[in-house]
């Protein structure tokens, strides 16, 4: 049955980038001053909607202490099986 009106929830693929920013005291704004990167662009980040390219993704690992595995790399991977 439809319920309409009834919003589904989507967990953010991007929680532990988040998580880090906010562990290390730091707004969206102020990690986007040290990339030099927009604060739009960032924000796209965070959401999932956009993915950094693999300099920039060292960058914001590095800034927040943690791997790029760690921030950007999903934590589920597909069985083989299911191929």
């Known amino acids: 049955m439809y319920n309409k009106g009834v919003k589904k929830q989507v967990a953010n693929p991007r929680l532990k980038l988040i998580n880090a920013r906010k562990e290390k005291n730091l707004s ?20 999932g909607t956009r993915n950094p390219g693999l300099y920039l ?3 914001i690992s590095s800034i927040l202490g943690q791997s790029v595995d760690d921030l950007f790399i999903e934590d589920q991977l597909p069985a083989l099986s299911n191929y």
């Open 28 to 47: 969206p704004r102020q990690i986007a001053e040290m990339l030099n990167i927009s604060m739009s662009y960032y924000y796209k980040i965070e959401r």
């Open 57 to 59: 993704a060292k960058d």
